[in-house]
């Protein structure tokens, strides 16, 4: 197994913790927060990533809407069975048990299919479950100015303790704050 692909995400969170739910992309950013010229790093972000892996789910509301930021980035899809794909999407299954937990299986496969990193996107659940299980190597968070008081906690109710180190922080001048942090070995 290839230990020196990590696996990385990309994320925006409301200052009080929440993210939106699957589907709600951009529109539910304050008009201040909106990806300013720089857009926050996301392209080289993209750009560092040989793939991508997302639920089901994600991905049917990615396919939905007019989003699609993986370019031409094989994308691997987690789910309990298969579907039909757009014809222009470059994709494949990798299908998981039931319940879809047993994300250790998965990345295992992935880094078998991979020689670089490995961009973990979409929704908090996949985002949750993969922490849980301490498979997240890196982590760069996007904190909005912005309370919402209710929604989605960004990583739900994941009880595991991780220590995380902080490798870069960036401060944008719309009040957003960037975090990158890399996970310490367990």
Not at 44 to 63: E, K, N, P, W
Not at 99 to 105: E, I, L, S, V
Request: hydrophobic letters at 35%; charged letters at 20%; proline letters at 5%.
């Amino acid at each position: 197994m290839n230990k020196t692909n990590k696996i990385k995400t990309f994320s925006f969170m409301s200052l009080d913790g929440y993210v939106p739910k699957t589907g709600e992309h951009n529109d539910w950013l304050p008009e201040g927060s909106l990806p300013i010229e720089s857009g926050y790093g996301f392209h080289q972000f993209r750009d560092s990533a040989s793939c991508a892996v997302m639920s089901g789910i994600y991905h049917a509301t990615l396919q939905a809407s007019d989003v699609w930021p993986f370019e031409d980035k094989m994308c691997y899809i987690l789910t309990p069975r298969s579907f039909n794909l757009a014809p222009d999407v470059k994709a494949d299954f990798i299908i998981t048990d039931d319940n879809g937990y047993d994300y250790k299986k998965v990345v295992d496969q992935l880094r078998e299919r991979t020689d670089g990193d490995i961009w973990l996107a979409g929704d908090q659940g996949i985002i949750t479950r993969f922490m849980s299980q301490g498979l997240i190597d890196e982590i760069i968070l996007n904190i909005l100015p912005v309370t919402f008081g209710v929604g989605l906690p960004m990583f739900g109710n994941d009880k595991q303790i991780q220590d995380w180190t902080l490798q870069n922080h960036t401060i944008y001048s719309n009040g957003v704050v960037q975090l990158q942090y890399t996970a310490n070995p367990i």
